[in-house]
């Protein structure tokens, strides 16, 4: 009698919204994801960085205080790749573990389903997936841009070594019609052919941003004056055209100084790599390149965008994953070696599926959300068929 009461007691206190099972799962679950991180970043960044910040310190004088100071720097977004990666070898070796320990049959006989017990893991993977994209989004993107210019500062040398060719840069502003709706129109449209670290050449610049006129000024070369915070051009001329399209007035130069932002020199010294931009940077970004009309660069931004919306949700799907092995009948003497050893061969898997989906979409055989997205649904399909194989057991 006592015995059916505790079970129907445990039954009722499972299903609550976090229960004793919940609080007991959960704590089995942390100490192997925190491992989890601080081995699987620590061994990206040392690959990644640790070696060539020491070859740059042997080979190009670099201070070790600027080597450690981007070391540093480089740990945020190694951290945003080791979460999923640590879902999944949490999951998988806390589930075995108490498989293993028939810990699990245990719960089954107090009337608890697989369904429930997996539930923890992927209501923790959920707020893993949170966590990723907090930092995918508002720490890695800036840390991993201040490593690289924080690295090239300490290593320039006097000889630029900034050159780009067809800088463009749009400007906007928004307008608000009679009917309170807005609309976006180009206030400033800059152009140039090539820039060699000091000098931009072949210049054009559409200037709209004065009322009742607007000018078009073309000149051989120009560069930011610092000192002034202007924009000295040589070479040119310039072209006053009225409201209604009509000529207003030709002024030749050899030089001459206009007050325009200096966002375009910024953008030709420094464009950030993809790991360097958050979502909205990115999306910049590629209003960018589709006026520069660079369909190669066009394609592979939109998939590196769906693929940094996509990242943080592989913790949910390692996660179910994760889970559902782990959840199979497990021999006592399976240890945490042999869920390591698993984790790696799905990782492994996971990644070079991505890649291949990525290179398809990059080559316009596939949409950029199904390049992103289709591992993700593979993952998520795959982790429901195997946990309906064990709850059917």
């Known amino acids: 009698m006592a015995s059916k009461t505790f079970k129907s007691f445990y039954n009722i206190n499972s299903l609550l919204p976090f229960s004793t099972m919940d609080r007991y799962i959960t704590s089995e679950l942390l100490p192997p994801f ?30 070790v205080g600027v080597a450690i100071q981007v070391f540093l720097l480089n740990m945020p977004q190694f951290i945003v790749l080791s979460f999923p990666m640590s879902t999944l070898l949490a999951t998988l070796m806390t589930y075995s573990r108490l498989s293993g320990e028939s810990e699990l049959i245990a ?56 050159k780009r060719e067809n800088i463009v840069y749009p400007e ?10 807005k609309e976006k129109v180009l206030m400033r449209l800059f152009y140039a052919d090539k820039f060699d670290g000091k000098l931009m050449n072949g210049l054009t610049i559409i200037d ?4 009742g006129i607007n000018q078009i000024v073309v000149a051989n070369s120009g560069e930011w004056n610092v000192k002034e915070n202007i924009w000295d051009f040589y070479d040119g001329t310039i072209y006053f055209v009225a409201p209604d399209s009509s000529y207003r007035n030709i002024l030749k130069f050899k030089h001459q100084q ?26 910049d970004q590629l209003e960018l390149e589709r006026l520069a009309g660079d369909e190669p660069k066009i394609r ?55 890649f291949i989906t990525g290179a398809l979409a990059q080559a316009n055989i596939l949409s950029p959300f199904l390049g992103a997205w289709m591992p993700n649904i593979l993952g998520l399909v795959i982790g429901i068929f195997l946990l309906v194989q064990v709850a059917k057991r």
């Open 172 to 181: 906007y502003r928004t307008n608000k019609k009679e009917d309170g709706s």
């Open 208 to 211: 709209r941003s004065q009322a």
């Open 107 to 162: 719960l089954r006989g107090c009337g608890v389903s697989v369904y429930r017990m997996v539930l923890t893991a992927v209501m923790l993977s959920l707020v893993v997936t949170g966590l990723t994209f907090i930092f995918n989004e508002q720490i890695a993107p800036a840390a991993t841009y201040q490593a690289t210019v924080t690295l090239e500062k300490a290593v320039r040398s006097d000889k630029p070594s900034v």
């Open 300 to 354: 592979k931004l939109q998939v590196r965008i769906q693929q940094k919306i996509a990242l943080p949700f592989v913790c949910v799907v390692f996660g179910l994953v994760g889970a559902a092995m782990g959840t199979r009948p497990q021999r006592s003497g399976a240890g945490r070696g042999t869920s390591f050893g698993v984790s790696v061969i799905v990782i492994f898997s996971y990644y070079l599926f991505q």
């Open 34 to 63: 925190l491992f989890g991180v601080g081995a699987f970043s620590s061994i990206g960044v040392t690959i990644h960085a640790a070696f060539e910040l020491v070859r740059k310190i042997v080979e190009s004088g670099l201070p």
């Open 258 to 283: 206009l007050k325009l932002p200096r966002t375009p020199l910024t953008l030709a010294e420094r464009s950030r790599d993809y790991t360097e931009m958050n979502i909205v940077e990115a999306l």
